[in-house]
């Protein structure tokens, strides 16, 4: 049976750490589609092969936590239109130093969306490997991505990160356009399929 268990900003669990072994066993608990597990593989690689993998000078790839923010009362996920890159995401960024990947999902679906109140759920439920192109250059995230929880009926102001800001269900993920990718619809899927326990 998978524990999975509820944490608020300011839980010691949360503590910040520049340990990249904190992410690597944060990587090993997750509990992951059989999709997933060859991104497991690689980001446990790259966490191996990088010291510096918690910063975004490391070229080949970095490190970064996102967090699907669910209503589980009103079975709905909020995803955001990222403004640099123009397509769906959940909330998400870089570790910038800090291998606590679930205190980095939370910070980040806190700050991207505005929505006060939010906890996340560990372990991970997903991780993915995936190449971004910037204007410094192209290279790697690697995602490991935790269910946040919203309080019911909670209001995402938002940020300047995003274009736009939607709350969908499962069958409102097809509407979204542009439409989402592979890996977004697998994550976002997932956390409304293990929301439902936390009704």
Same mark, same amino acid.
């Given at each position: 049976?998978?524990?999975?268990?509820?944490?608020?900003?300011?839980?010691? /669990?949360?503590?910040?750490?520049?340990?990249?072994?904190?992410?690597?066993?944060?990587?090993?608990?997750?509990?992951?589609?059989? !999709?997933?597990?060859?991104?497991?593989?690689?980001?446990?690689? +790259?966490?191996?092969?990088?010291?510096?993998?918690?910063?975004?000078?490391?070229?080949?790839?970095?490190?970064?936590?996102?967090?699907?923010?669910?209503?589980?009362?009103?079975?709905?996920?909020?995803?955001?239109? #990222?403004?640099?890159?123009?397509?769906?995401?959940?909330? &998400? &960024? #870089?570790?910038?130093?800090?291998?606590?990947?679930?205190?980095?999902?939370?910070?980040?679906?806190?700050?991207?969306?505005?929505?006060?109140?939010?906890?996340?759920?560990?372990?991970?439920?997903?991780?993915?490997? #995936?190449?971004?192109? +910037?204007?410094?250059?192209?290279?790697?995230?690697?995602?490991?991505?935790?269910?946040?929880?919203?309080?019911?009926? /909670?209001?995402?102001?938002?940020?300047? !990160?995003?274009?736009?800001?939607?709350?969908?269900?499962?069958? &409102?993920?097809?509407?979204?356009?542009?439409?989402?990718?592979?890996?977004?619809?697998?994550?976002?899927?997932?956390?409304?399929?293990?929301? !439902?326990?936390?009704?």
């Amino acid at each position: 049976m998978i524990r999975w268990d509820l944490l608020r900003a300011g839980d010691r /669990a949360l503590a910040p750490s520049t340990d990249r072994s904190v992410a690597r066993a944060q990587l090993a608990d997750a509990v992951l589609l059989p !999709e997933a597990e060859e991104h497991r593989r690689t980001v446990t690689e +790259m966490i191996d092969a990088h010291p510096d993998v918690l910063l975004r000078t490391c070229l080949p790839g970095h490190l970064t936590g996102s967090g699907v923010v669910v209503d589980p009362v009103r079975g709905r996920s909020l995803l955001m239109l #990222h403004r640099k890159l123009g397509r769906w995401f959940q909330p &998400g &960024g #870089h570790a910038d130093g800090d291998a606590n990947l679930a205190s980095v999902a939370l910070r980040e679906a806190s700050e991207e969306t505005g929505i006060e109140g939010l906890s996340v759920v560990v372990p991970a439920l997903d991780v993915d490997v #995936h190449e971004v192109a +910037m204007p410094e250059g192209t290279h790697l995230h690697l995602d490991v991505r935790f269910l946040v929880l919203a309080p019911e009926g /909670a209001e995402a102001p938002g940020n300047h !990160e995003s274009l736009q800001l939607a709350w969908v269900d499962a069958g &409102g993920l097809e509407q979204l356009r542009p439409a989402i990718d592979p890996s977004t619809r697998r994550v976002v899927r997932r956390a409304l399929e293990l929301g !439902e326990s936390f009704r």
